[in-house]
């Protein structure tokens, strides 16, 4: 599996629920539940003022679990827009210095000099207000909700390193919220498919995702755990546990653990045209290629 990849939308509560934004599904999915306002509109918020810091596990088990596979959008209504700025303001004065006061993009919009105290102040100053929230891993964006019907993604920190604030600050909703996804969504399947290919000079490679294997090749196949949104679980979560197995295709292919050493890469050699099924068994999941070893040329 290569471990290259995005942190799950599934990292557990204990750990401040530090995660990719995945329940949104990369906001490529929008839905019809949006009706836009004319004009961009922060709408004030029944959450009350900040009174200090909380608990984010706390605050985000009495809310519950999100919706995998939800829809997301950049809409015209901030609804926890004045919530974010109150938390924003609050940790400034009672955490100055992980900012440089001397320093700012627009009004109260400060050089942050310690981006992870930063991101762990406002989590925990929103969920003092009742805010469940989850903090892209060394990323600019905090998304948060106080209920299930939608969380928002706002951009508390610029390319530059300033505190973003304000309507621009605002990213996308999703409808219903889509974090932070239970323990059975954190790890749903196990994705099974061709990495890469290893051939002689000259010989054309097919798409990995086709399943193919040209006879005079050899395939790099990798297992990778995912969660109900497609977003890679990581190990802290699917664990260690890998089994391989060749489940058909004995006269069509050789199948052996990778050379790499990585438990979940496995490699298949091409020995007549044919098909074959390899599966990889992570913590108690199973996922299968079933693909063909094709003619060449």
């Not at 949104?229 to 069509?252: E, M």
Request: charged share 10%; proline share 8%.
């Amino acid at each position: 599996m290569n471990h290259l990849t995005k942190t799950n939308l599934g990292a557990t509560f204990a750990v401040g629920l530090v995660m990719v934004l995945g329940g949104c599904g990369g906001g490529s999915s929008p839905t019809a539940p949006f009706s836009p306002s004319p004009t961009p509109t922060a709408t004030p918020s029944s959450t009350p003022p900040p009174t200090g810091g909380g608990s984010v596990e706390a605050a985000c088990r009495a809310i519950g679990y999100g919706t995998p596979k939800v829809g997301c959008d950049h809409v015209e209504v901030a609804t926890l827009l004045p919530s974010i700025e109150a938390a924003i303001d609050q940790v400034v004065a009672a955490q100055p210095g992980i900012f440089d006061l001397d320093a700012q993009m627009g009004a109260g919009g400060f050089r942050v000099l310690d981006e992870p105290a930063y991101f762990q102040a406002m989590q925990t100053t929103l969920a003092g207000m009742g805010i469940c929230s989850q903090a892209e891993k060394a990323g600019t964006n905090l998304t948060v909700k106080n209920t299930n019907d939608l969380d928002e993604t706002y951009a508390i920190l610029n390319s530059k390193g300033f505190v973003r604030r304000g309507w621009g600050s605002y990213i996308l909703s999703c409808i219903p919220s889509g974090f932070p996804l239970s323990p059975e969504d954190q790890f749903s399947y196990v994705r099974t498919a061709f990495f890469g290919y290893q051939c002689a000079a000259g010989v054309v490679t097919p798409v990995p995702a086709s399943g193919e294997l040209p006879v005079v090749c050899s395939g790099i196949v990798t297992a990778t755990p995912k969660d109900a949104n497609g977003v890679n679980t990581p190990p802290s979560i699917h664990g260690y546990d890998v089994s391989w197995r060749l489940r058909s295709g004995d006269a069509s292919v050789s199948a052996y653990p990778a050379l790499d050493g990585n438990i979940f890469n496995y490699i298949i050699q091409a020995k007549a045209v044919g098909t074959f099924s390899l599966c990889a068994t992570v913590g108690g999941k199973e996922g299968c290629l079933n693909g063909r070893v094709t003619a060449y040329p």
